[in-house]
């Protein structure tokens, strides 16, 4: 499965974003998408996560209640809602696939960008 994210950029503390993760190539009904943040000088992060096929949403604890996943089965697509965001949302995000049970990612897209100023 190939992955594209988009959407990120540079905000205030306070406003919100939209990431957006476009899928090809392959059924998606066994996998789980997630979202995973690097900031710099960090190790990676897991932020929020959807079953394809049932819709099933988790958070971390740092963004539930403000980070809202969302997946279109028609277009193919994951989007990370990100409201309130704060300065330590600051990050390199991005969206990856792994089949539902596994230990590591089938797929990986190539990040894009969010900073958050104070």
């Known amino acids: 499965v190939q992955l594209q994210a988009s959407g990120g950029g540079l905000v205030q503390a306070g406003d919100s974003l939209r990431l957006s993760c476009a899928t090809s190539g392959r059924s998606l009904g066994a996998f789980v998408m997630d979202w995973v943040r690097q900031a710099p000088g960090k190790q990676r992060e897991w932020v929020a996560g959807i079953t394809w096929s049932g819709g099933i949403k988790k958070y971390a604890d740092s963004v539930e209640g403000r980070f809202t996943v969302s997946r279109d089965k028609f277009k193919n697509t994951v989007d990370l809602q990100m409201n309130s965001l704060k300065p330590e949302d600051t990050a390199l995000y991005y969206c990856?696939?792994?089949?539902?049970?596994?230990?590591?990612?089938?797929?990986w897209g190539q990040g894009t960008q969010v900073t958050v100023s104070s």
């Open positions: 990856a696939a792994k089949v539902r049970g596994a230990s590591e990612y089938a797929s």
